[in-house]
């Protein structure tokens, strides 16, 4: 039932209030007394003390996620945002492509398949974009036959494609949570170039955000790689607010700093131009490494094999963008690299669970881990920040 008008008003000027006085906090708090150094572990599980633009970004992106807690309670509340959550997503009634797999996660993992409300968000501002899908509109425009417009159902209406996808921040640091992995719904761009009618002369297509973000992708690869795609949906549901609705784009193998959210335009142009973070300094192609992870050693599953052994469960995850994994290995005490088992991935696009049953000896132990990619290029060593 919904509230009474004058309840209803009184509802929303204090929810504004308590937003605003959190608002202020934020402001205060990351703009006059932020630490004048972050930490960033290396590959070695050393840490390096630096000052970082984008760790700043980070950090207010983190305090206006927080802030907007509060509002997604109020959405909550009300007869819309109650059907919003009421909605079901697709890995509600469907099983994972893996789920046979012999292969199991060890408790404590991090999820395969992470739930919505935890997949990481990195915006260039403090409160993400708001847009009403009646009025938005995709405009096209630069070397094509016509500039047009097209909504969101013309997007909608063409073949779907589904992919599960891992995701993840340039600044993500090792072992970091600024990495998910869901089920993205799209159009491959591919298939839509040739109704948007780009001209020959045409080499890039300059995409533009609402909040202000921009990108360039290359004609060749999204006419070498029809995963790239023109995302509208994850695990069934339409995109949320904070993470790009009504249309985001997604290009297999880089980072996320490379995949505007928000798209309200698209030129096609016949030059590389620098992207958002690129004119700021970032690396100009942004290809996800080769990353390897321990989330847990599960002394609380610790079992006895047939031979009498005790066996301690380790397990993680490792990612090589769209490369994938063929070999992930553990080292107790700088001794010989024992080779761990693989999850068979959601995806060619997605991070791979690894499991190892490391015989237990008591005493105090440094374990490590490597990965190796699919082309058979070893993850890299040195530490970096």
């Known amino acids: 039932t919904a509230l009474h008008p004058f309840a ?24 006059f007394r932020l630490p004048a150094e972050v930490s960033v572990a290396s590959t070695e ?40 959550s009421e909605s079901k997503p697709w890995s509600a009634s469907h ?6 797999d012999p292969v199991t996660p060890v408790p404590g993992t991090r999820p395969e398949f992470t739930p919505l409300k935890d997949h990481y968000r990195v915006d260039i501002n403090a409160v993400p974009q708001s847009i009403d899908e009646k009025i938005w509109r995709l405009k096209v425009a630069g070397l094509v036959e016509r500039p047009r417009e097209l909504t969101i159902d013309q997007i909608r209406n063409y073949e779907p494609m589904h992919q599960f996808v891992t995701l993840s921040c340039i600044s993500n640091p090792v072992g970091g949570d600024l990495i998910s992995t869901t089920r993205w719904t799209g159009v491959s761009l591919k298939r839509l ?21 921009y990108e360039t992708v290359s004609l060749n690869t999204i006419n070498t790689d029809e995963r790239v795609m023109l995302t509208y949906a994850w695990d069934g549901l339409p995109l949320w607010a904070g993470h790009g609705f009504p249309l985001r784009i ?38 996800m490494k080769a990353t390897s992870v321990i989330d847990v050693v599960a002394a609380d599953a610790a079992f006895v094999n047939s031979h009498g052994q005790k066996l301690v469960p380790i ?71």
């Open 8 to 31: 209803e008003g009184l509802w929303i000027v204090g929810s504004f209030s308590v937003w605003g006085a959190l608002l202020g906090w934020a402001y205060d708090r990351l703009c």
């Open 250 to 287: 997604y290009v297999p193998d880089v980072y996320g700093m490379k995949q505007p959210k928000w798209i309200e335009s698209i030129e096609a142009i016949e030059h590389f131009e620098e992207g958002f973070w690129v004119a700021r300094g970032w690396d100009r192609r942004a290809q």
């Open 193 to 213: 170039l040739p109704d948007i009618g780009v001209l020959p002369r045409a080499t890039h297509l300059r995409i533009r955000s609402a909040d202000g973000f």
């Open 45 to 84: 599980g050393t840490f390096v003390r630096v000052v970082d633009r984008r760790q700043f970004l980070l950090r207010l992106s983190g305090a206006s996620t927080a802030i907007t807690v509060a509002g997604a309670v109020i959405g909550e509340l009300t007869p819309q945002g109650r059907a919003i």
């Open 315 to 385: 397990g993680g995850i490792a990612h090589a963008g769209a490369r994938g994994i063929s070999k992930v290995e553990l080292q107790s005490d700088g001794h010989e690299w024992q080779q761990a088992e693989l999850r068979h991935p959601l995806s060619d696009t997605t991070w791979v669970v690894w499991r190892y049953d490391w015989p237990f000896e008591a005493g105090e132990h440094v374990l490590t881990v490597r990965c190796t990619d699919g082309a058979g290029v070893p993850q890299i060593v040195q530490p970096s920040s």
């Open 95 to 100: 099983l994972l492509p893996n789920a046979g």
